[in-house]
């Protein structure tokens, strides 16, 4: 079993979803965001995803945008975000860590190279936001080869009759993108998740995460009840990006700060009451 199947196995016997926070590479810079990696599964953290800065982040909203264009300014490249993953495999063997990003590093890169690299890093999953199902051949094959999960997106408008097509070859975890739009604007209701998990459910045996959209406690745990994970990325940036200096410095209190808030959502997938 692959590190994301052997966690949900694990987690189905606990009887609990899993919190599945995000982390921008080399935001602010590549101290801050490997202290912030190598944090996150003490802190409550099931699986991790790694966010590769890109010049055009087209599904991501302001918060993650200015995250990218930190990690770009501070001179971020694809080979140092499969640095990050291989120094954090030095102490935890066990934690899944996804990469999500943009297909276009990954062409310049060379797609069998950067499959074969990450898959020695210590990756274990690909969320590629703007790989269209019709052009999977791009990355999948070559995924396949290195025990990659591709995992796919399913949107809200992502109709009965393309879902199939859209979960052709998926593995690891479905990611349901909860709203229409943009990451980090708006959340989706109880409501619509417990009409759209069902939906997907029907079209797929594999576990089912929540993103864009879920930023709190309640909402973290609401999400992976209804569903099985909940992704939680633009508060977590947002709490980072007001902690760091006039400079774009991360302050002394940064990690620490991001690293309390990710024990919080932690404790609200797990049923936890945490103490205002």
């Not at 080979?79 to 297909?103: N, S």
């Not at 408008?157 to 690891?172: E, F, I």
């Not at 079209?203 to 929540?210: H, K, N, Q, S």
């Not at 990325?233 to 700060?257: K, M, N, Q």
């Amino acid at each position: 079993m692959t590190r994301i199947a052997t966690r949900f196995a694990a987690l189905k016997r606990e009887g609990r979803g899993a919190l599945i926070p995000f982390v921008e590479a080399w935001d602010p810079d590549a101290a801050t965001s490997m202290a912030l990696l190598r944090g996150m599964p003490a802190a409550g953290a099931d699986l991790i995803e790694i966010g590769i800065p890109f010049t055009d982040p087209m599904a991501d909203g302001p918060i993650i945008q200015a995250a990218g264009k930190r990690g770009l300014k501070a001179g971020v490249k694809v080979a140092h975000v499969l640095q990050m993953v291989r120094e954090f495999r030095c102490d935890d063997d066990a934690t899944p860590i996804v990469l999500m990003g943009y297909l276009n590093p990954i062409l310049s890169y060379g797609t069998e190279n950067f499959c074969a690299a990450a898959a020695a890093a210590g990756v274990d999953g690909l969320i590629i936001v703007d790989l269209p199902t019709e052009e999977a051949d791009l990355l999948v094959p070559s995924a396949r080869e290195h025990d990659l999960d591709v995992i796919r997106l399913v949107a809200p408008t992502t109709d009965d009759k393309r879902l199939p097509l859209v979960l052709d070859g998926s593995s690891g975890f479905v990611y349901y993108v909860s709203i229409t739009g943009i990451t980090g604007t708006r959340s989706a209701t109880s409501e619509h998740l417990a009409e759209a998990i069902p939906r997907i459910r029907r079209a797929t045996d594999l576990p089912i995460a929540v993103g864009f959209g879920v930023r709190s406690p309640a909402q973290a745990a609401e999400a992976s009840h209804i569903a099985d994970a909940a992704v939680v990325a633009s508060a977590l940036i947002d709490t980072l990006a007001a902690h760091l200096d006039e400079h774009g410095h991360a302050r002394p209190d940064a990690v620490c700060t991001v690293l309390d808030q990710v024990r919080a959502l932690a404790a609200g997938v797990r049923g936890v009451k945490v103490q205002a």
